[in-house]
């Protein structure tokens, strides 16, 4: 039974509460303990007591106190609340989300817990469930705004857009006083409604409600482009003109108004020299502006090329923009353009020869003019299209004379070492080039990213050292962590599996794998707070990115790293931890010789880690640097495996690699090494529908993939000895699709 | 090169521009703060002329300017602030950094009211200041000592926005202007000569809009005044 | 070029479902300490109270009324699945229980069918 506290322990329990909204964890504890002695059996306060303990890291102890509470008092719904936070600060959502629908069973009209639980259902993209909750939060404040706004957002998020519009207009009704123009939560709200009716495919009605009713919102820009865009689609192409030309205005450097003036301009297509004057007026317009000269280059042809790139070339050699080839090399897949570009460099450097070493109009900066136009073509050599390497070396060692110091010449040099294989030689070009501008931190970035494809971990990470914060406890692979340095850890694992370091390379794919996690929890604290400031079409564009997050390169590139090295530990098992020690009696030397130096390099490691957590331990713990250590608040997490050396010792790599192989299918599936990799997954899994899947996809992205036929083989030779074990269902299904597959 | 405004989906890549480039790094959320608060204020440039790789390519970022309001000003006048700025070294000498700055600097002011702009550069990074003080008008406020974590010290610099606002006030008298001339005239007004950003649009056709140009007279006393509804929290302290 | 530091107090991943307490400056003294909780106090209960916007309380009214009972209930198919199919794949496809049985369901319990769907690439 749960017991009752006197007046004075009641005024002690609100003082806990007030603790520990203050964070004031110690003192918290201090009354929460007070009032068990007399009480050792109130649900309520020990609940509390759990929540301080979970907020200063001691989650073991505050979950089993929090179930003791629950025993104890089924019936409070404080109980049952701090069970769902607990659940919540530690990850586990779908748990918390039904510890708190227990809580508000109980006291159905608490407000924080049923904006809790709201939070939680949008998180996890449970819209019916958020849809409810938010209908309730409306009910019990319809004079909020931002409850009206929020019930819409449930309503699309979940696809119902009608309903959603219909909210937001409901609430506009309701509205007696006319909004302030600075009122920005109107002025937001407005345009939210407009892009949800432009989202119903409904561009009349948005251009109505846009002109009458949005003209004074304060996202101008927004505005205007929206117009520009339901004018478009309207077929009024004079309005468009104008509205494209008026955002040209603003922004001459976006090629989307461009090509949306064009559009409504009524030019014919070949009509080259029409579509240029277009652009020409705007080059005119805006002497520094870049797209208007660099754009006609994608659509010009013959000699109306050849002569813009001419000018657009001197300009750019002039003036020594060092992007020039960057910013032209989507061209080469014409082969006329491939070929012309050259010949322009060659004919500006042949009538600016000599002009650096003179007074030419370069001014004595000798990566203009000349230095530029060599630079170009050591560029232009360089890249796969038009690849010669030796001229590349030619002319960037000419550039180089001419300017020693230049890092840009330097780093293109490293790059043509990288191309002609000799990766150690990149390494080293790249870093002298670093070394030239030891203030920069992007070569510095280059240079450690060279070292690292020259497997020199520990030379890169010194090199990365130069720029992290030296204050970070743990040193520069903590800090590059720490601010979630996803290009350095995906090289360093790369380097390290290259090295045979199988612990440290699984390691890295790791951080990543829960940097990705990080990414997709990072949106939990604007579920409510974009409702606060309004900003409604940005919070939406987040959600629907943060459905898409592992789509991105980053993660496909790790993820499949990680796949990749798991299968070959299952293909080789490894008799060591770590997949270093032991297996020397394999005799190959090469291969011992390299764990050999793994080893080495990972006890390097061991001991700066050491190092690093006893200088750690020496600072005061009250004073620590970088975490402010607030009474008891939550010091990092010790990392208990930082060297990979239990991931590597797995005894189920294929297990493991499903964690990374389920995001690949799922976000990438059009990506074919993703579906390869797939397959050999779940062919050694012996998962043959999925296997089968895999297939299907791949010979659906590209069936003249070398490795779709050789895993189509693979996999009726595996059937053939595995049919008779199938399920009769699944034989049917195998038996129909495969006779779809080519091949033998 | 494009220019536009800042995505939540450039994110992951403005973070990557922003630790191969400078020393003070953010976490993504933190990126995700702006880009929520004041998406209007954040903008990147884009590498656009590289072919894709695979149907998941994101664009790649060269440039990007990385802006809020100041939500408490210690001042009390409402002002933008730079929290980050940077260009990859390989696409300098195109004016990327002078014109991310001008359209944030432009929104700074139609959204949000502000009156100026702040940043803080680190005192050895000439080419930074020079773009400050020379091409955009800022002007040195104070040195700040240490203020970076490599112990290196900040100019914080400032610059006024009054030539913005006074430049849409222009735009707003001239559309005014333009739309009596319309109601007279019964057709449209020219549209070359005048930025299209205020009164746009078939004027004759509404007889309430005359009531509306009034209203706007109104709006406009509104946003002197209205500037201090936009930091609720201000009030309170002065 | 420009750069400032990132504030001390921001955490990467959910926290406290507001980001706005890791972005405001820290107090420093107890008094400011005290000012802020006051603010961060001010700022809940905005929620209630807050925004005192001209609302007419009786179109509001009318309007929740006019809203209806929230979430709607879709009509949903009524279809027997088998539990050994759920199991089977399950088993064969990897998929969640829950999953399994909406694929089931979306076939009309049809196994075979089922699977067969699950296989095909969505390009």
């Not at chain 1, 819409?152 to 309903?163: R, T, V």
């Not at chain 1, 406890?473 to 380097?495: K, N, R």
């Not at chain 1, 010979?699 to 009769?728: C, I, N, Y």
């Not at chain 3, 070029?1 to 959910?14: K, N, S």
Request: charged share 30%; with cysteine.
């Amino acid at each position: 039974m749960p017991q009752t506290l006197s007046t004075r322990e009641a005024n002690l329990f609100r003082t806990v509460i007030r603790h520990y909204e203050d964070k004031q964890y110690k003192r918290g504890l201090k009354a929460a303990e007070q009032i068990l002695k007399k009480n050792p059996k109130h649900g309520d306060t020990m609940s509390m007591k759990a929540l301080i303990l979970n907020a200063q890291g001691k989650t073991e102890e505050a979950f089993s106190l929090a179930k003791d509470a629950l025993t104890i008092d089924m019936k409070s719904y404080i109980c049952w609340h701090v069970y769902g936070i607990l659940y919540r600060t530690n990850k586990n959502f779908d748990e918390a989300i039904k510890a708190y629908k227990f809580a508000l069973k109980l006291e159905p009209d608490s407000h924080q817990i049923q904006r809790d639980l709201a939070v939680l259902q949008v998180q996890m993209r449970d819209y019916p469930g958020y849809i409810q909750s938010r209908f309730v939060m409306l009910k019990a404040r319809p004079q909020l705004r931002q409850n009206w706004t929020a019930l819409a957002i449930a309503y699309h998020l979940d696809g119902n857009l009608q309903k959603a519009e219909n909210i937001l207009s409901t609430y506009e009704k309701s509205v007696t006083a006319t909004p302030l123009r600075t009122d920005f939560e109107n002025s937001e709200a407005l345009l939210y409604k407009n892009s949800i009716i432009a989202e119903m495919g409904d561009f009349e009605q948005a251009l109505e409600h846009l002109e009458a009713e949005c003209k004074g919102c304060l996202d101008r820009l927004a505005v205007m482009e929206l117009r520009a865009r339901y004018l478009t689609e309207l077929g009024r192409k004079e309005d468009a003109a104008k509205a494209y030309r008026a955002l040209l205005d603003r922004n001459s450097e976006h090629p989307d108004y461009y090509k949306g003036l064009v559009g409504v301009l009524d030019i014919a297509a070949d009509d080259e020299g029409a579509l240029k004057a277009v652009y020409d007026e705007y080059a005119a317009k805006n002497p520094r502006c870049d797209a208007a000269k660099r754009l006609p280059l994608d659509f010009l042809s013959g000699d109306g090329f050849r002569a813009a790139a001419k000018a657009y070339l001197t300009l750019m050699f002039d003036k020594g923009v060092p992007s020039t080839f960057a910013n032209l090399k989507h061209l080469y897949s014409d082969t006329f353009k491939k070929e012309t570009l050259p010949v322009l460099a060659e004919e500006y450097l042949k009538e600016h020869s000599g002009d650096s070493t003179t007074d030419g109009h370069a001014n004595g900066d000798s990566s203009k003019g000349e230095g530029a136009a060599l630079y170009f073509l050591g560029q232009h050599y360089n890249y796969f299209m038009s690849r010669d390497l030796s001229k590349a070396t030619e002319f960037v060692e000419k550039a180089i004379e001419l300017d020693p110091k230049n890092v840009d010449f330097h780093m293109t040099k490293a790059r043509i070492f990288k191309h002609q294989g000799e990766i150690a030689k990149a390494a080293e070009a790249m870093d002298h080039a670093r070394s030239l501008d030891t203030r920069d931190r992007y070569i510095n970035s280059k240079a450690a990213k060279y070292q690292l494809r020259n497997d020199e971990n520990e030379k890169a990470l010194t090199t990365m050292g130069l720029f992290t914060r030296a204050e970070t406890v743990g040193g520069p692979l903590v800090d590059l962590t720490d601010m979630q340095c996803i290009w350095f850890l995906t090289e360093d694992g790369e380097a390290w599996q290259r090295r045979g370091d199988f612990g440290l390379a699984l390691k890295r794919y790791h951080t990543i794998f829960n940097i990705f996690d990080i990414w997709q929890e990072d949106q939990f604290d604007f579920h409510s707070f974009s409702l606060r400031k309004g900003q409604i079409r940005a919070y939406i564009d987040l959600v629907r990115w943060e459905d898409q997050l592992r789509e991105h390169p980053f993660y496909f590139r790790a993820a499949l790293d990680a796949v990749n090295l798991y299968l070959s530990m299952h293909d080789k098992p490894q008799n060591g931890a770590n997949g270093v020690e032991g297996s020397h009696a394999n005799g190959d030397d090469a291969a011992a010789e390299k764990k050999k130096a793994a080893k080495k390099a990972r006890k390097e490691a061991q001991k700066a880690e050491r190092e690093a957590a006893e200088k750690a331990a020496k600072q005061d713990p009250n004073k620590g640097g970088a975490q402010k250590s607030k009474d008891g608040e939550e010091m990092k997490k010790k990392d208990d495996d930082p060297n990979g050396v239990k991931l590597a010792a797995t005894a189920d790599p294929l297990g493991d690699a499903m964690k990374f192989l389920l995001h690949l299918l799922q976000f990438s599936p059009k990506n074919i090494e993703g579906q390869i990799a797939g397959f050999e997954v779940f062919i050694r899994r012996n998962k043959y529908l999925l296997a089968l899947r895999c297939l299907k996809a791949s010979l659906a992205l590209d069936k003249d993939h070398p490795k779709v036929p050789e895993q189509a083989t693979r996999l009726r030779k595996a059937l053939e000895g595995a049919m008779g074990s199938l399920a009769p269902k699944v034989k049917e299904v195998i038996e129909s699709e495969l006779a779809a597959v080519p091949g033998a | 090169m494009d220019i536009r405004l800042l995505r939540s989906s450039d994110i992951p890549l403005i973070q990557h521009a922003n630790l191969e480039n400078l020393p003070e790094n953010y976490f993504l959320k933190y990126y995700l703060y702006h880009a929520l608060s004041w998406p209007q204020l954040s903008y990147v440039a884009v590498d656009v002329s590289r072919p894709p790789k695979t149907p998941y390519d994101y664009p790649k970022i060269v440039g990007y300017v990385l802006a809020k309001m100041e939500e408490e000003p210690a001042d009390g006048v409402q002002h933008g602030h730079i929290t980050s700025l940077s260009v990859m070294r390989t696409h300098r000498r195109l004016g990327i950094a002078e014109k991310l700055m001008r359209q944030s600097q432009q929104a700074m002011v139609e959204t949000f009211g502000g009156h100026y702009v702040s940043l803080h550069v680190r005192v050895s990074n000439k080419a930074a200041i020079h773009l400050y003080r020379d091409t955009l008008g800022f002007k040195t406020e104070k040195t700040e000592s240490k203020y970076y974590a490599d112990g290196e010290d900040a100019f914080c610099m400032k610059l006024e926005l009054d030539f913005i606002r006074e430049q849409l006030r222009e735009e707003e008298d001239e559309g005014k202007d333009k739309k009596k001339k319309a109601l007279k005239e019964g057709e449209e007004g020219e549209g070359e000569d005048v930025d299209e950003g205020e009164a746009v649009g078939d004027v004759g056709r509404d007889p309430a809009k005359g009531s509306k140009a009034d209203q706007k007279i109104k709006v406009k006393v509104g946003r002197g005044l209205g500037v201090g509804e936009l930091i609720e929290k201000d009030e309170s302290k002065h | 070029m420009a750069e400032d530091r990132q504030p001390a107090d921001i955490v990467e991943g959910a926290t406290s479902g507001d980001v706005e307490d890791e972005v405001q400056p820290t107090a420093k003294s107890a008094e400011d300490r005290k000012a802020a909780a006051a603010l961060s106090k001010l700022d809940s209960r905005g929620d209630d109270e807050g925004a005192a916007r001209e609302v007419d309380q009786e179109a509001v009214k009318n309007a929740m009324s006019a809203l209806g009972g929230g979430a709607d209930k879709k009509d949903i198919k009524v279809v027997k699945v088998d539990a050994a199919d759920v199991k089977l794949l399950v088993e064969e496809l990897e998929l969640p229980k829950p999953k399994a049985t909406d694929l089931l369901k979306a076939h009309d319990g049809d196994a075979v069918k089922a699977m067969r769907a699950y296989l095909q690439p969505d390009v």
